[in-house]
């Protein structure tokens, strides 16, 4: 009720090129682009582009708050999720969930779960309030152990984390480490894009 009344007072509008309707049109970010896929020491991810252009403004959306974008970014990746899968999100810090009003990887994750057929669990738990922006590269490779995991919902599973961008790979890799330590067995991650540059 309440985010259909935001909806009326406030129109979804594309993050690409601003037309009424939806977070992201399908001129601006077609529905069925093959995707792009990176190799990181124990995961394959898999994501709908490059971090630049629409794809980049999207995620930068998402971070502001949009709820509209990040439906539309879920809307997209579930049609690379199999009905199998069960996703597992790389869940924000409580401060920045308070500062963007959302979780921006939480609510993809949910709309790409819900419309794919597949399960999703939020395992992971951010440690403090640490987070990657703003780091430099070697910082971001240096950190560790910033997740815990409830292990229940997870061990024995074969587990698909999915995250908002991919830069060094660290924060996947970081989360993919605590959930095997739980009994998962983790493989793959999806993302929105993968930034080609360290940022």
Do not use: W
Request: hydrophobic fraction near 45%; aromatic fraction near 4%; charge should be positive.
């Amino acid at each position: 009720m309440f985010h259909a009344l935001v909806d009326l007072l406030f129109p979804p509008q594309c993050a690409g090129c601003n037309a009424i309707g939806t977070g992201l049109c399908v001129q601006c970010a077609p529905l069925d682009a093959p995707p792009f896929v990176r190799e990181l020491a124990t995961l394959r991810v898999h994501a709908l582009g490059p971090y630049h252009g629409v794809l980049r403004r999207a995620v930068l959306a998402v971070k502001d708050g949009r709820r509209d974008v990040a439906q539309s970014l879920g809307e997209r990746l579930s049609r690379q999720v199999g009905a199998s899968a069960l996703l597992v999100p790389v869940s924000t810090t409580a401060v920045r969930r308070r500062t963007r009003g959302i979780d921006g990887v939480d609510v993809i994750t949910r709309v790409a779960a819900a419309q794919s057929g597949a399960q999703m669990h939020k395992a992971l738990v951010p440690l403090g309030s640490d987070a990657q922006r703003g780091r430099s590269r070697v910082e971001r490779i240096a950190a560790r152990g910033r997740f815990g995991c409830y292990a229940e919902p997870v061990a024995g599973r074969t587990v698909t984390l999915v995250d908002d961008v991919c830069t060094t790979g660290t924060t996947l890799e970081d989360c993919a480490a605590v959930l095997r330590v739980a009994g998962a067995v983790v493989s793959q991650a999806f993302v929105i894009a993968v930034a080609n540059e360290p940022r």
